[in-house]
């Protein structure tokens, strides 16, 4: 069998048919209705990447109850909110608590696919040896590349892998202002400039968990942003 990829969507005709989807593309799917019975299945196992509805079943922010439950279990599993519901609010709502990508149902299947392969393409980078080309070192940040970790003073940084990419594309070019287009590249998520905040604001936090006054990421307003080496 594929990859396992969960479904969590509490509609069956559109649970079933992103199933059908991923299922000829040689994944292997489990569906759930409710975040009761999905975490009771991913206590036992977790799946290698997760779809999820916001709304589920009577929980009308099951989904973001769910994604927060998965990041405690989990800093890199793949999460990708997959719903009808498109608001700004609703799409910094799920990157702040840890979603990799927040797509609306309408996109296109090819589309979707390519998301999937994107992240699973990331995630298998964690199983490559680190090598010394691998790890970068940029003050006080330590970056492995294909291990995905990063630490901050010799602390780990507990980034999702979405984060992962925005800090090492801002460290490899330290002073270089990283405009948000090339962050979503080399990232590899296609989102909007909120979208794009957000996922630095949480970045930021994290660094600042670690050392409150941390100041590495600077924002070049109306351009993008760029890293400052600190000492």
């Not at 589920?56 to 990708?80: K, N, Q, T």
């Not at 998520?189 to 100041?215: L, Q, Y």
Request: with cysteine; aromatic share 8%.
């Amino acid at each position: 069998m594929g990859r396992r990829i969960a479904i969590v969507e509490d509609e069956p005709a559109i649970r079933e048919n992103y199933a059908a989807v991923l299922r000829r593309q040689g994944y292997e799917v489990n569906t759930y209705p409710n975040r009761q019975e999905a975490m009771q299945a991913f206590h036992a196992r977790l799946p290698e990447l997760v779809l999820l509805d916001i709304g589920l079943e009577d929980e009308v922010e099951g989904g973001f109850d769910l994604c927060r439950e998965l990041r405690a279990l989990s800093d890199y599993l793949p999460i990708i909110f997959l719903t009808a519901r498109d608001s700004d609010f609703d799409t910094v709502s799920g990157l702040r608590l840890g979603a990799d990508d927040y797509l609306t149902k309408d996109i296109s299947l090819p589309h979707l696919l390519a998301r999937i392969a994107a992240l699973f393409r990331r995630i298998d980078a964690l199983r490559t040896p680190p090598s010394e080309d691998s790890v970068m070192g940029r003050g006080p940040l330590l970056i492995d590349s294909h291990r995905l970790t990063a630490t901050w003073r010799g602390v780990a940084v507990n980034l999702t892998l979405t984060e992962f990419w925005i800090v090492h594309a801002l460290a490899r070019f330290p002073g270089h202002v990283k405009h948000r287009e090339q962050l979503m590249q080399e990232a590899n998520v296609m989102v909007d400039d909120s979208t794009i905040t957000s996922h630095i604001k949480r970045i930021r936090k994290k660094f600042a968990s670690i050392e409150p006054k941390f100041a590495a990421i600077e924002t070049v307003y109306g351009m993008g942003y760029r890293w400052k080496n600190e000492e």
